[in-house]
């Protein structure tokens, strides 16, 4: 099973950028397709971005569309996350994920999560 490590979190200004890396071992990284799911404190942990085993397909959630964007790089076993005009309502811990079964919005189809990264964003 795939072993994942988030970084690239911090404390940064609305209107900043921040970009979150979630790099792989155990595992080859293509295999898989990774998502980005974010839990702020009292919430449920949302759906964020998704993101193929090839990088062809993305898919992000609403509220960061056309703000966040997610890549990935299959030779260093890397998933990113860009994210730019970032907006308080963005703090939260960023976690990302991997399914063998395909580029899924729900975190139960995921069984492979790294620790988390702080996102805190100021106003």
């Known amino acids: 099973q795939v072993q994942l490590v988030e970084s690239g979190g911090g404390l940064v200004q609305a209107g900043g950028s921040l970009r979150l890396s979630c790099t792989a071992s155990?595992?080859?990284?293509?295999?898989?397709?990774m998502a980005w799911f974010r839990q702020a404190p009292g919430n449920e942990r949302e759906f964020v971005a998704v993101?193929?085993?090839?990088?062809?397909?993305?898919y992000y959630t609403t509220s960061v569309e056309g703000r966040f964007t997610i890549s990935r790089d299959n030779v260093k076993n890397t998933v990113y996350l860009q994210m730019n005009s970032l907006k308080p309502e963005d703090t939260a811990v960023y976690y990302c994920a991997a399914s063998t079964i395909g580029p899924f919005y729900t975190p139960s189809y995921y069984r492979s999560w790294g620790q988390g990264t702080q996102v805190t964003v100021t106003s």
């Open positions: 993101i193929g085993t090839r990088g062809t397909y993305t």
């Open positions: 155990g595992d080859t990284l293509s295999s898989y397709s």
